[in-house]
């Protein structure tokens, strides 16, 4: 079982509604740093983290985490996906390192960003499915909230060598190969 995991170190700043239940410090937030992911089956994406002060938190949800002072993001537009186990691996895939990215939310807005690492599940029954498995990509906004998405909802940009066009009518891929099945 993994449900916790290191992920790269990340500057980041956690709202301080969090850090009170919800019952003050709206519109307030605290530095810290980001340093695990943990997941449980039908909860959002969360993370453990250290604020300047010292003090450890865990269970941290995805849409209490920016990268700056911002305005808050619905937890439904933070995340595609709740976490689909709690067996998964956390990477930050070099290849993606420092690419700018254009999100597409469920409310239709293109959002900026740029990635940050990817969370890939395994020993699930949705991760076996080919049409169901999602990777989740974790991506810092340009305007300060973190985003969790899959690639259908991801446009990567490096002007090297990408032009932006994916095809819209492309399917997802609904059956498994196998070389001995």
């Not at 186990?85 to 895939?93: K, N």
Request: hydrophobic share 35%; aromatic share 14%.
């Amino acid at each position: 079982m993994t449900l916790l995991a290191e992920t790269p170190y990340t500057p980041c700043y956690v709202r301080n509604e969090f850090l009170f239940d919800e019952q003050k410090g709206h519109g307030e937030f605290t530095k810290a740093v980001v340093f695990a992911f943990r997941a449980e089956p039908a909860r959002a994406p969360m993370f453990q983290v250290m604020l300047d002060s010292g003090a450890c938190w865990a269970r941290v949800p995805i849409h209490m985490i920016c990268s700056k002072p911002c305005d808050p993001l619905p937890l439904q537009q933070s995340s595609w996906w709740d976490s689909y186990g709690y067996e998964f691996t956390v990477v930050a895939l070099p290849f993606l390192k420092g690419h700018a990215v254009t999100a597409l939310g469920r409310d239709g807005q293109i959002r900026k960003g740029n990635y940050l690492f990817t969370v890939d599940w395994m020993k699930t029954g949705w991760s076996e499915v080919p049409d169901q498995h999602k990777n989740h990509h974790f991506i810092a906004l340009e305007s300060g909230p973190w985003i969790s998405y899959p690639n259908n909802r991801l446009v990567w940009h490096d002007p090297s060598w990408i032009t932006p066009a994916p095809d819209r009518e492309w399917k997802t891929p609904s059956r498994s190969y196998s070389v001995e099945s």
